[in-house]
């Protein structure tokens, strides 16, 4: 089986440029910060697109009020993976809302290409043909240029014709894991829970998986509240091995009392390394 660990949600913040970046063709090498030489930032999806039937985050300049016209835009933003989610990683999968045609670079170095021709681009090369921005399914891609801790997405988004009046971006990304391997946190389960009146209070948590979860990081938390959380202890939690989790007074102990019993449940996994608490 395989387990989807959330990398990129669509509402992620971009760092974009709109204003005709003469981009150099090693661009995603480089991190641009908002603010500098024209670069901006907002949350996803970005778009200038009066009809998109999807929720902008970001509306974008009409294009029509560039002059000269900017054929190109630029987009990037970073996401991280720890090692032992990397370990357990067997593929990336990416699903995009766009109009009109975008390569898409990981860590610099390509990683997709829709609507767009073969070869060497330049910032006037256009799309293939003009479309109409609809999330597409989702595509499987190759890892082989993600790394453990910070990893850059970068887009560059091109318009089918100089006389193309919208422009969309929208980007998921998720890390497709094998269920059961270091990194897949989804495998941990609530095993046992104490009365609530217990004090202190005490979650035990199981790896029923068939490999090692290296849990350090990871937080324990009532509703993914970082203000109700309990960082778990640097380790590495073995197959079928149960960890008993004593947890301090005020932290999330208390928040559990004031909630009263949970009873048994499942832990949600999310892509933060947050636990949350499902009842």
């Not at 082989?144 to 422009?167: C, F, K, M, P, W």
């Not at 008993?244 to 009873?263: D, I, K, N, S, Y």
């Amino acid at each position: 089986g395989e387990t989807i660990a959330p990398l990129l949600e669509s509402a992620e913040n971009w760092r974009f440029h709109q204003s005709g970046y003469l981009a150099p063709a090693n661009w995603a090498r480089q991190v641009h910060p908002a603010g500098v030489d024209g670069w901006e930032a907002g949350p996803g999806p970005l778009a200038f697109e009066p009809t998109l039937g999807e929720p902008t985050g970001t509306t974008l300049r009409w294009p029509g009020e560039n002059n000269p016209y900017v054929v190109t835009y630029y987009f990037e933003t970073e996401f991280n993976l720890s090692a032992a989610q990397l370990a357990g990683t067997q593929s990336l999968k990416l699903r995009y809302l766009l109009d009109d045609g975008a390569i898409f670079y990981l860590n610099g170095e390509e990683l997709h290409r829709a609507n767009m021709p073969e070869g060497p681009v330049q910032p006037d090369t256009p799309a293939s043909s003009g479309v109409e921005a609809a999330w597409s399914p989702g595509i499987t891609l190759s890892t082989s240029n993600l790394t453990a801790g910070s990893n850059r997405i970068s887009v560059e988004v091109h318009q089918e014709s100089t006389t193309s009046g919208d422009l969309v971006l929208g980007v998921e990304l998720d890390a497709v894991l094998t269920e059961g391997a270091a990194g897949d946190l989804s495998a941990l389960r609530l095993n046992e829970l104490p009365p609530f009146s217990e004090t202190p209070y005490w979650i035990e948590i199981i790896n029923p998986g068939t490999g090692p979860l290296d849990i350090e990081g990871t937080l324990l938390s009532v509703e993914g509240d970082p203000l109700r959380a309990f960082p778990l202890p640097a380790r590495s939690l073995g197959a079928g091995e149960i960890l008993v989790v004593r947890l301090p007074g005020g932290c999330v102990a208390q928040q559990l009392l004031e909630r009263g019993a949970l009873g048994f449940g499942e832990v949600g996994i999310d892509g933060g390394g947050v636990l949350r608490l499902a009842p």
